[in-house]
Structures are given as C-alpha cells and as structure tokens.
C-alpha cells in the first residue's frame, strides 16, 4: 500500500543540469564570435567591391582621355573622382561611399601627372586575408586600426 502512495517523481540531476550547461556554453563560445563579426565582414566585402567599381571607372576614364584624373592635394581627395561622374557622358552615376559612415573611400596618386593612382579603404576585420598590411597604405589612409585594402595601377 505505501508503494501506492509513494511515487517516484521524475527529474533532472544536479549532475545533469551542470552538463547540459557546460555544452550550452561551449557552443556559444564558438557561435557568438562568428555571429558579431558578419556584419564587419559584410561591410568590409562591400568595400572591396566599391573600391573595384572606382577602379574600373578610372580605367574607363583612362581610355577616354589616356590620362587619370589628377588632384592637387590630399585635402581634395574627392575631386580626382567627381571627374567620374561629371561631363556629358559620366562613367559612374555616384561615387559609392564608406557602408558605415557615410564618409568617401581614400583616394589618392602616386604621381600628380596623373599617370598612376591608389584607391584605398580602412577595413574592420582585422583577420582580413586580402587586406594589405604594409606601412605606406597605412600612412596614406592615415586612421586604419585594423588592416587596409588598396588598388593601384602602374602604368
């Protein structure tokens, strides 16, 4: 008759619940990290590929006039570009900008002739593989934290 009134009441063990959480933290570990950095990633491919829209519109422009836009100094960085999408027949409708500020991509010459040019951006991922690390990108972008990417021409 007691084992009537006694029943078993079913559950987890201390020893189970500490598992199960273990696991559960562990895969977060490995999740979150990939989950935060999609979006710097996202942003950064973005750039790569409006750097490589500007570079295709500046041989374009090459083409037509057998010389790149030129610029004076830094301070006018987006002048040389505003060449790009001025004149009757403009080869960009709109100079893409920076996807997370707003702000215009670093652009500048190597030689003020015009006869070679550097475009380059301040990339958020720092485990980037195709960024360029050397010294005299970071000093023409001047505010990378990171790592940068640039595209030039040597002609």
């Known amino acids: ?54 570079q295709k519109g500046l041989e374009e422009y090459f083409v037509s006039n057998n010389v790149y836009p030129t610029q004076a100094t830094a301070a006018t960085a987006d002048s040389a570009l505003t060449a790009l999408t001025s004149g009757t027949t403009p080869i960009m409708k709109s100079i893409p900008t920076d996807p997370k500020n707003s702000a215009p991509y670093q652009y500048g010459y190597a030689s003020p002739a015009g006869a070679t040019y550097s475009l380059s951006a301040c990339l958020e991922n720092a485990g980037d593989n195709g960024a360029s690390t050397d010294v005299a990108s970071k000093a023409q972008l001047g505010t990378c934290t990171t790592r940068s990417f640039m595209l030039y021409n040597n002609n």
């Open 1 to 54: 008759m007691l084992k009537n009134i006694i029943k078993k009441q079913g559950g987890f063990t201390l020893l189970e619940l500490l598992i199960v959480i273990v696991i559960i933290g562990i895969l977060a570990l490995l999740i979150i990290p990939n989950i935060t950095s999609a979006p710097k990633k996202a942003r950064d491919t973005q750039r790569k590929t409006d750097l490589r829209a500007i």
